[in-house]
């Protein structure tokens, strides 16, 4: 699934340029896994093909590349602040849940503690449970964020809705091809970076 995932994501971002005739040095220099390496050459030979007689002006390649990879309902800027947003709540329900639970349990475990030095031998049994029950589900909650490795997505999203929310107007001051394509490039290879470091992650996880 995670290398269907990062081939479908090369394919992405091979479609949204188009018919701009370019050499995809950004495939080349990403750590791709060498599986892949086959791929990445015949995507980029078919690309350089298919694009050298493109009768599109670069302008209208850069309009088509903002509302297809980066502006819209499908675009790159709403998607990470989507996920920022989504990654942000569980882990602050994670985390409030983990302060909940433990501090709960130190409150049930002090209270039947109290009742026994009172002289209660028989101190309410919820209590007890309580006290077990509780800190397992606090540590329930954190390994929940560890798992779904919500602190570093959390961290990945905010730097990618900073560099993208911070580069979308440089594309439109661009006023030449040259400028347009290496900020386009330069974004590909941000976007696509995010997928491969990603897809490391997984790959040494069980």
Same mark, same amino acid.
């Given at each position: 699934w995670a290398t269907s995932r990062l081939t479908a994501e090369i394919a992405r971002s091979v479609g949204s340029l188009r018919a701009h005739h370019v050499h995809l040095h950004y495939l080349f220099t990403l750590p791709f896994p060498e599986s892949l390496q086959p791929l990445l050459r015949t995507v980029n030979v078919l690309h350089l093909a298919s694009s050298k007689e493109s009768p599109s002006s670069w302008q209208e390649e850069r309009t088509h590349y903002l509302a297809r990879r980066l502006d819209g309902p499908e675009g790159q800027i709403r998607y990470y602040t989507t996920k920022l947003a989504e990654s942000k709540g569980k882990l602050r329900f994670a985390t409030r849940l983990f302060h909940l639970a433990s501090i709960t349990a130190i409150l049930a475990t002090g209270t039947k503690l109290a009742l026994i030095l009172a002289g209660n031998t028989h101190p309410?049994?919820? #209590?007890?449970v309580l006290a077990i029950l509780l800190p397992v589900l606090a540590v329930g909650a954190l390994s929940l964020a560890a798992s779904f490795d919500l602190e570093a997505r959390v961290h990945t999203y905010q730097?990618?809705?900073d560099y993208l929310t911070g580069v979308r107007p440089l594309f439109d001051s661009a006023n030449t091809e040259r400028a347009f394509t290496h900020l386009m490039l330069?974004?590909?290879?941000? #976007?696509l970076g995010e997928t491969v470091n990603w897809f490391s992650r997984r790959s040494f996880t069980s």
């Open positions: 309410p049994s919820a #209590l007890g730097e990618m809705v330069r974004a590909e290879y941000r #976007l």
